[in-house]
């Protein structure tokens, strides 16, 4: 009896660690951030931290450069409301080039004790909880950062804005899409767009993600946040992956990237149900505990 129980207690341990070593190797796996850096935080990358309370490591590659552009005919909009019914915001860093206008110190000065005030009696439109923060960082009321998409947002105003108020103004970049602009014109609604930064492929894209297939090896997801990242990371993407391309879960920050990857053949496994870190680590989590692995074309 003692043997058998021995032996009996022997086997449930055995069991026992097979199963937490299996889970160990469901639960910490690998996942690829195709995305740039929260600029001028100290803490981890929201991302980054999403993920590592569900238990994965996740690495952050740059996909863009930036450059900005049009910053002085910028700083004159901004301190010229009275000409605006309000502004609208779709990405973060558009508003990062508003913050450039606001460095001189006289400027800054001229933004806190009048014009912000004048532009918080008007709409301000964002997309996004983050962007939404970085405009709550000017001092300004937002409205619309729970719409998700651009597409949604501009329901949004064409219900609350009329035909003849003055123009929205929409500082953008130089990829942007045209569903905003498109239909708030086919509804009559005013909108005066600036460019104010350019979008490139990061200088380094190709070295890092060399860097990282061969330091980590494929990832158990890798994960996509705009259609630009899609265009420059795909290709590489899928050489270095080899015959493990299959297995990788591939993620969208929301529809709008998700199109451009089912446009170039990706299945994609998840996308986040809000462009949050919250909803898209849940989403990964989830799509990495389902079997089969996903599979992209």
């Given at each position: ?23 160990k190797v469901i639960i910490n796996m690998h996942v690829l951030l195709l995305k740039e850096p929260r600029e001028g935080e100290s803490a981890p990358d929201p991302y980054i ?201 591939f993620a969208a920050i929301g529809p709008t990237t998700q199109d451009a990857m089912i446009a170039e053949g990706v299945c994609v496994s998840c996308t986040a149900e809000k ?23």
């Amino acid at each position: 009896m003692l043997c058998l129980s021995f032996l009996t207690v022997f086997l449930i341990a055995t069991k026992a660690q097979l199963y937490y070593d299996e889970l160990k190797v469901i639960i910490n796996m690998h996942v690829l951030l195709l995305k740039e850096p929260r600029e001028g935080e100290s803490a981890p990358d929201p991302y980054i931290k999403e993920l590592a309370a569900h238990g994965h490591k996740a690495t952050l590659i740059p996909v863009l450069s930036f450059k900005f552009v049009s910053l002085n005919t910028l700083s004159n909009k901004l301190f010229q409301p009275e000409k605006c019914g309000g502004l609208v915001f779709t990405s973060p860093r558009a508003v990062e080039a508003v913050k450039k206008c606001l460095e001189a110190e006289e400027r800054s000065e001229e933004w806190n004790n009048s014009v912000r005030s004048k532009w918080n009696a008007k709409s301000i439109y964002v997309v996004g909880k983050a962007t939404a923060a970085l405009v709550q960082s000017l001092g300004l009321n937002t409205f619309g950062e729970d719409t998700g998409t651009a597409e949604i947002l501009s329901r949004v105003i064409i219900e609350r804005e009329n035909t003849n108020s003055q123009p929205l103004f929409f500082p953008c970049g130089s990829l942007k899409r045209e569903v905003l602009p498109k239909a708030l014109r086919e509804n009559g609604v005013p909108l005066e767009t600036l460019t104010v930064y350019q979008t490139a492929e990061h200088p380094d894209l190709e070295k890092n993600l060399k860097n990282y297939f061969k330091e980590q090896g494929a990832p158990a997801s890798i994960a996509f946040f705009s259609p630009s990242g899609v265009k420059f990371c795909l290709e590489v993407v899928q050489r270095l992956s080899g015959e493990e391309l299959r297995q990788i879960k591939f993620a969208a920050i929301g529809p709008t990237t998700q199109d451009a990857m089912i446009a170039e053949g990706v299945c994609v496994s998840c996308t986040a149900e809000k462009p949050s870190a919250e909803h898209l680590a849940a989403a990964i989590a989830k799509a990495l505990q389902e079997t089969p692995a996903g599979h992209s074309a």
